[in-house]
């Protein structure tokens, strides 16, 4: 543009009348041709901008569309749903009119039993009544005490006759009422079962669209991401296709000026200066701006088709909400409704933060990437998913106790940390090398022992019927099941509690598992001990073998051991 300038001045000083004619032509040129052309071009830019906007997330609508369409992948699903729902609600209405009816009968029932039992009552207080009033009058005739006699007693027998009467009518009504009652709630729950049907096939295929429903959104999802992806790159390209048009419009505006100081009659020097002032910075701006779509990205469409799965708060209000009052869906069974507390998830998932109170059936939606035991120093990653599934629960276990941070070989610790907190597992590294542990499906405790009430000790006992507590070895890998055979008497005692002892799994005396516990004998209570006598309450892993054996598979030793280790957990 400076050579342009120079190049001005250099005929501005050499100026003849020539020159003035090839600036006019110059400037036809420009307005005819050259700023129609880069118009041109702005208005294709502009559609190209739109095309690419429009054309990238209309692909994806137009897929969604044709998933959810009547040949769609949700098509047949969808279908199902629509059918049971319909069949649901007029169910429901049916229900209510069932149970309306049977309420009413149920009130003129109430209303004739109150009818009955006032009518019969006459009849009994007649049949109370005495004969005080019959007695023979001072002074009075035999002929007129028998005339008497026989007109009270003919008034008497009328008045029996109309109350028996009357609470015979009563009774007949109060029956035929009850059996019309009987046959309209016999109606009213056919009804409410049928309805109950409805509900179960509407919700399960909820569940089976919502599964469905997740690939296709998913799909849609990233077609989106995509779409919004290639417009961001494509901007990036037209942006500088816009700048470039601009400085070109700039470039054309300033040769346009400078090519209009030939037409002055005044100062040309004067006009030559004006022109290099100018920077025609909003001229430029006005005709090269673009409209950019917005937003980026696109607002999506609602890729549900049912408002969510069964359980699903949306899904509650839509399709329970307007139900009459006294004919409310009942509690959700689909798969969908288990509680995400109830979802085992995946290795490397553990459930979701107040798991007990959501609902769902996904991974996605119950289970998020976590350890199931927080700073464990015994457990590792492959043990968790043994843990995970003897237990069959993938809820966080949260550690209450330690050895090594509190306090070592410690019953109080241990019992102040962990008592009365619902189910437990403990896991122990022994100095034999074995990793060991127990679940515990009750609450640990502790009860004060000592010799004086050593005749309460089967109170300390925690008993297991349904025996779904077990002992295990990580190191073997072997899940030891209560024992259902043996020792019937004992194997229903899971554990063993006691203010003085640590986890004790089984019986006292024969305890299959016990940490730091106290025994009576030559060395006098609150001698500690470890000690394993598995396959009493516990099965062995070798099945019928020998005491010795078994101890020594399981723990190394039958109390020749300590513990390096031990951490007990429990479910918050």
């Given amino acids: ?49 739109d095309a690419h906007y429009s054309s990238g997330y209309t692909r994806c609508d137009e897929a969604l569309a044709k998933d959810k369409g009547p040949d769609g992948k949700l098509a047949g699903k969808t279908s199902v749903f629509k059918k049971a729902q319909t069949q649901h609600q007029t169910c429901r209405k049916e229900e209510s009119d069932a149970r ?8 003129t029932e109430s209303q004739l039993g109150a009818e009955k039992e006032t009518a019969c009552q006459v009849v009994r207080e007649f049949n109370k009544a005495n004969s005080s009033d019959c007695a023979k009058q001072e002074g009075e005739s035999e002929e007129a005490y028998t005339r008497r006699l026989r007109e009270y007693y003919e008034a008497r027998n009328l008045e029996v006759r109309e109350a028996e009467e009357k ?4 009774t007949v009504s109060l029956e035929n009422k009850v059996a019309e009652c009987s046959g309209l709630k016999d109606t009213w729950s056919g009804i409410r079962e049928a309805c109950g049907r ?16 997740t690939s296709v959104c998913q799909e849609y999802s990233r077609c989106y991401e995509q779409a919004t992806a290639a417009y961001n790159q494509d901007l990036e390209a037209v942006k500088q296709q816009q700048a470039d048009l601009a400085d070109e419009w700039a470039a054309l505006l300033r040769m346009q000026c400078l090519l209009q100081v030939f037409a002055k009659d005044a100062d040309k020097q004067a006009a030559l200066a004006t022109c290099k002032g100018q920077d025609h910075a909003s001229e430029v701006a006005s005709a090269t701006s673009l409209r950019f779509p917005s937003p980026v990205p696109k607002t999506a469409q609602l890729c549900s088709t049912i408002g969510g799965a069964a359980a699903n708060s949306h899904y509650i209000v839509q399709h329970y909400g307007s139900l009459p009052k006294n004919a409310q869906a009942k509690t959700c069974s689909a798969s969908c409704c288990t ?46 998913g043994l843990l995970r599934d003897w237990v069959q629960s993938s809820k966080r276990w949260t550690l209450c106790y330690q050895r090594s941070t509190h306090g070592g070989d410690s019953p109080a610790a241990f019992h102040a940390g962990c008592d009365n907190k619902g189910r437990t597992i403990t896991v122990m590294k022994l100095s034999t090398g074995k990793v060991v542990g127990g679940y515990n499906a009750n609450s640990w405790s502790s ?20 025996r779904t507590g077990f002992l295990f070895s990580l190191t073997t890998e072997f899940k030891h099941k209560q024992n259902d055979r043996r020792f019937l008497h004992y194997n229903k005692y899971a554990t063993w509690n006691g203010d003085t002892m640590g986890p004790n799994f089984g019986l006292y005396h024969r305890g299959d598992l016990q940490a730091f516990s106290w025994e009576a004998g030559k060395t006098g209570y609150g001698h500690r001990r470890n000690k394993c006598d598995i396959g009493y309450t516990y099965i062995t892993r070798l099945g019928q073998t020998t005491e010795n054996i078994a101890r020594q598979d399981f723990c190394g030793s039958f109390d020749n051991f300590g513990i390096e280790e031990m951490e007990v957990f429990y479910q918050a």
């Avoid at 609470?167 to 009563?170: E, H, K, L, M, T």
């Avoid at 007990?356 to 700073?375: M, P, T, Y």
């Avoid at 000592?450 to 309460?456: A, K, S, V, W, Y």
């Fill in 100 to 107: 309306t009816a049977h309420s009413t009968c149920s009130a």
């Fill in 339 to 384: 509680k995400c507390s109830e979802f085992l998830c995946p290795h490397g998932f553990v459930n979701i933060d107040l798991a007990e109170q959501k609902i769902g059936s996904l991974a996605e939606s119950c289970c998020v990437e976590g350890s199931l035991f927080s700073n464990s120093k015994l457990v590792s990653e492959k043990h968790q």
């Fill in 447 to 466: 009860p004060v022992l000592g010799p004086e009430n050593i005749r309460l000790w089967n109170s300390y006992y925690s008993p297991n019927l349904e």
């Fill in 198 to 213: 409805e509900q179960d096939t509407m919700d399960e295929a909820s569940c089976d669209i919502q599964e469905d429903e």
């Fill in 167 to 170: 609470c015979d009518r009563a």
């Fill in 1 to 49: 543009m400076a050579a342009l300038e120079n190049s001005v001045q250099q005929l501005l000083n050499s100026a003849g009348p020539d020159v003035a004619g090839l600036s006019e032509s110059l400037k036809t040129v420009m307005e005819q041709e050259m700023k129609p052309t880069m118009r041109t071009a702005m208005v294709d830019l502009q559609k190209e901008l």
